[in-house]
């Protein structure tokens, strides 16, 4: 036999030296292991065998140990050697002492060598597997930055800087996020799954946990725990709202999040793809709450209904807009926030005739477009009707022939009353 398979197997050896995610006395159990199988298959036992791993170096050893027994007692050639024999190594072996001789690996045999190198290296890359799944699987909610490797259709690949596969989803990715190969992206472990023992280490950039580490790593009080995150609703790319409450009283909590002109949520903002982020005081006060959920709007009155988790809310004709927010979405993470139903109403003045809500017009009015009016703080007839036609056309998006059929209608409702 060469020693072309020798050396293959020391080859081999070495690439497991470099592997630094896993355990030094784990790697070399491992493979003592291998070794001592492959031994007690050539010899019948492994019990008389050394066997001298050294992963620093790449390279083992491998002793055999033999009693010295008289020329014709010998019975077990594997656990015995002749007096002749012995002293051929050293003139001084007597008879009951026991020699020491190195084992060469080719004296194995080809297919036993080959059998060894496939099983050393399923083990290394079981051990691997199990090391990757064990390590992410402790780090599930975690902030990690790797680089990107990989740009699929449907999700792309990321290796750490062990050379472990992550993987980031494009339902978990930021609508607006842009990457190229070689950038470093930052993210939340979100998941570890592990499938016939092959772990998937899956990452999101959209959970509100991502946006919670953010707060954690870039404001110190909160870090510190002096300022704690109690609520978080978020819509990503889009915007989110934070909610935080302060044990110390000499501690604004608002304040120190976002800091002299933003400062310190900026960098939160820039990572996020500048979705804008409202933070505001915590309370146990549910009307008080819902009142700093939906700023910037300034609320006339709140009823609540705690049962079913649902609240009106009446604010003058100027503030509906700002509460509804740009295609709906600071009402939505108010609700988001706050785990309650929040329907918005105008509130009229003692000198208004009496108005009419839109969605009384269901049976004349498609929902989508009442939704779609709703949306941009009418919600009622007379707020639809003091709006100019093409500033209609214009904040709605509606074709023409639509708001001019719901502006008869509600006109000839008014026309019938009077």
Known sequence: ???????????????????????????????????????????????????????????????????????????????????????????????????????????????????????????????????VYTKYSKMVGQIVTAE?????????LLMDEEGNELYLPKSEQIPTDFYRKGDMVKAVVAMVENKNNNPRVILSRISPVFLERLFENEIPEIHDGLITIKKIARIPGERAKVAVESYDDRIDPVGACVGMK?????????????????????????????????????????RINEVEKKAEIYLKPEEVSQAIGKGGLNIKLASMLTGYTLDVFRELDETETEDIYLDEFNDEIDQWVIDTLKSIGCDTAKNVLAIPREDLIRRTDLEEETIDEVLNILRSEFEDEN
């Not at 990107?148 to 792309?156: G, R, S, T, V």
């Open 1 to 131: 036999m060469s020693k072309k398979e020798t050396v293959n197997l020391i080859d081999t050896f070495s690439e497991f030296k470099e592997l630094k995610n896993i355990d030094r006395s784990t790697l070399i159990s491992v493979m003592e292991e291998s070794f001592r199988n492959i031994i007690a298959k050539n010899y019948g036992t492994d019990k008389n065998f050394d066997v001298i791993i050294n992963p620093d170096k790449g390279d083992f050893e491998i002793y055999r140990n033999r009693t010295v027994v008289a020329d014709d007692e010998i019975n077990d050639p594997n656990l015995e050697i002749s007096l002749s024999e012995a002293q051929k190594i050293d003139e001084d072996y007597q008879i009951g002492e026991e020699v020491t001789d190195t084992v060469d690996i080719s004296a194995f045999g080809r297919r036993a060598i080959l059998t060894l190198r496939q099983t050393l290296q399923s083990k290394i890359l079981e051990l691997q597997k199990d090391n």
């Open 148 to 156: 990107l490797y990989q740009i699929w259709k449907k999700e792309m």
């Open 262 to 302: 933003g400062s310190r949520i900026h960098g939160i903002v820039r990572e996020l793809r500048n979705e804008n982020i409202d933070v505001i005081n915590y309370t146990n006060n549910i009307s008080l709450f819902i009142s700093r959920a939906l700023s910037p709007a300034k609320i006339s009155s709140i």
